[in-house]
């Protein structure tokens, strides 16, 4: 029988499928994992953070809300998360306390009692196992002995003294006659006399108390109230050396007031007889800090509102014991990070206004501020404050020192372009990086981000372009929790803060959430999806204008099959939806176990459902499903639905990748915290599976807490999670085969990736390495032989490069389903992929 292909086609087709079969055999194994060295990616800060020091040696530890300890070595130039991974398994800190002769020894006071640390962080061992601690005070000329400021709930104003005698080892309830009613914030201890401690009371971030001063001459048994006649009490500090004298500052507040304080209005009082007696001093007020070596240099700061506005705002300082004062540091002439302005980047600490400055045991012209988002510190006696958690790495790009305290819902990274990433933060809101997350630019719009004027907000999900690199839509809102309003938006440059437009026509303002879009679509004419106060809408017209296609009443995330746009998914609380016609009609599917309670909200606690669905790259009809909630898990069906397999039983389960560049790598993500809760010991992190989901390994190494919500893997070989808490983090993926030396930013040889996604309708993307600069040909084949079209002919920089191709011909024309092959010629070398359209 006579071939009817020429023979010359014959060899190049040969050659082409040899080349490919190599090159897909190699790129389909299951690699074996690879460790995961977890690198923050953020753009620093985000808070809250409730309180600072620094401990004899200078180390700055710094509380926070969500994520433990924030640790620094060198003086805020980097910082390290200490959590679960050190022992220390709380992540609410409110308080900090350090051994004044031992650096090695740290306390924090959590919502779960007390920590102890004898290694500076490394480790920490619980010392109290209940109660919400706020401080911590050691004596300063018997370490042995300190006190604790102890309440029986973090929202129960009742507060209670405990002291330890061995060094924090242990602790007992000492006060007797306290007054129901405090909200211990301060503890002082006489420098000389480990039985005189004095108590400071007033407002915290979840109680509020009487702003009062109550003084123990009996180690903590017994108390009397001070200065009654002075109103209420911001701050007590104790001279160092003559601790006899005592200082107070006063304000005017009431617990029922929209800011607490009524006013900015306050004197400063001193006693020369630990408190039996107060001289007026002058008529200001703030934050009392006194230098050590020279104790007769007093410093005020009032961090209620530092503003410009505000002359009185900054640093004022007394050398004469307060006799007479000089503004000496301005808040113009502070740092403010990237906010720019100072009412965006100071403020009062939300665990109380004398918890927003720490002092630094070993430099006494240093000092620290925290508040609900930021760190800042001093080493010049308060004159100047530099921003401790971001760095500049070019015109409005930063990133951060290490130190972020965030939660997020979504990330999207572009396929056009994998280098180009974007954020979803709470209180941050959105932010993008054009270098694959080595720094990162806010793009928050001023008009739909609420409160936060452009200067934060809450984006609740995203989604980019498949092919145009510059399009991307994301929801925007002043508030946290979906409340209305909520908007959902477009950007054709890439997420500016300037290029939003409301891409949301016919949509409700509440709860808008789960984008998804349909890649069979026309590439200018996008079918997505989205839903919005627990139903399903569609947009046939890139997000013009949508139409509630489903009554759902409890869908969170949809999902469209990558090579069928006809079927379409959506869960929730309901469970598992599915519509087998673009979106028109929808029936239950899946499992009864995926859903929950209907009528609890997705922001309420003790929620349960579907909390993601992703459809597989590489198999038409093949479905991933995550379910939060006990005795749930992963889930998959390789039948549209029809059958499922559970591949991880999880309480936590949060999100699951699949890997554009190799079917058997999976990620799945288990948290027990989201926007808060705490640790427990079921959350997972970061899971692996480099055999299709049957079997499963840890990725969390070098993370402090197992808590991970979204993943998503780029088409250049990194995996990006969002860890509540500590933040977003990346790694590189474990490689299929072969591909390993294609690593390193310049690549040591010639690589052309798999296509993703394939198979394909209409369009997929052709990326390749170029080890250096040479001329490239990039051509796409039919197995016939014939050039089809070229896509590349050109001269080329070393590095990655992508390409995609629309399934058309040299003349525009579509072409038909079946197999291609993609040829690329450079450094005098020839590789080759499979490509297969699918329509």
Known sequence: MRNPMPKRFMSIVTLLLCQATLVCTLSGQSAAPLPHHWIRTNPGGGGAFGTVGASISGVIFVASDLSGIYRSRDRGASW???????????????????????????????????????????????????????????????????????????DVAQGEVYRTTDRGLTWRNVSTNLPRGLWILKLVVDPQDANTVYVLSGAGRFACGPAVVYRSLDAGVTWQQLAASLGEIMDLAIDPRRPQILYLTTMNVDCNAPYYWLDLGGGIYKSTNRGDHWTHLADRTG????????????????????????????????????????????????????????????????DGIVHTLGADLSDPEALFWVDGQWIFGTRDGGLTFENLFAEQAGENR??????DNVNMLDLAISEADPKRIYLAYFDLGFWRSDDGGESWQAGNPVAYTGDWKGFGGNVASIIADLERVEVVWATFSGNQNGEAPTYLLRSDRGGEKASWQLANAGLPITEVMGLSLDRTSPPTQRTLFVTAAGDVYRSIDDGLSWQKVDDCNGCRVTAVDRFNGNQVYAGGEVGLRLSKDGGDSWQEIGLTEMGGDP??????????????????PHHSGWVYVTAF??????????????????????????CVAISPDDPNLLYATSSSALES?????????????TDGGSHWLDASDGMAWPFAVPVEISGDGWVFVGSPGTGFQKARTPLPSGAAEHRTGIPQKLFLYPAYPNPFNPTTVIRYQLAAE??????????????????????????????????????????GSGIYLCRLQAEERTQARRLVLMK
């Open 398 to 403: 930063w990133r951060s020192r290490g130190i």
């Open 677 to 689: 809760g705490g640790y427990a010991p079921g959350s997972h992190g970061v899971l692996v599976s």
């Open 774 to 815: 040479s001329d490239v040909e990039l051509s796409i084949y039919d197995l016939f032989g014939r050039r089809v079209r070229t896509l590349v002919r050109d001269r080329q920089n070393a590095g990655l490069h992508s390409v995609s191709w629309d399934g058309r011909d040299a003349q525009g024309k579509a072409v």
């Open 629 to 654: 909630g006990e005795g749930k898990g992963l889930y998959r069906s390789t039948d549209r639905g029809h059958i499922w397999q559970k591949l991880w039983t999880d309480d936590f389960m949060r």
């Open 599 to 616: 009528t609890t909200g997705f922001w309420e606690d003790g929620w349960q459902g579907i909390f993601d669905i992703e459809t597989d």
């Open 80 to 154: 390290q998360p200490l959590g679960a991974k050190q022992g220390l398994f709380a992540t609410h800190i409110s308080g900090l306390g350090f051994d004044t002769q031992n650096a090695s020894i740290i306390y924090a006071g959590t919502d779960q009692g007390i920590y102890r640390s004898t290694d500076g962080g490394d480790t920490f061992t619980q010392v109290l196992e209940n109660g919400y601690v706020t401080d911590i005070s050691m004596s300063a000329d018997n370490p042995a002995t300190g006190y604790a400021a102890w309440h029986p709930a973090f």
């Open 287 to 350: 934050v009392i800090w006194i230098n050590r070596d020279a104790p007769d240099t007093l410093r005020l700061i009032d961090p209620r509102e530092p503003f410009p506005w505000n002359p009185d705002a900054g640093t004022w300082q007394s050398t004469n014991a307060g006799t007479t004062w000089q503004h000496i540091g301005r808040i113009g002439d502070w740092e403010y990070g990237y906010q720019g302005e100072a009412y965006w980047a100071y403020g009062a600490s939300f």
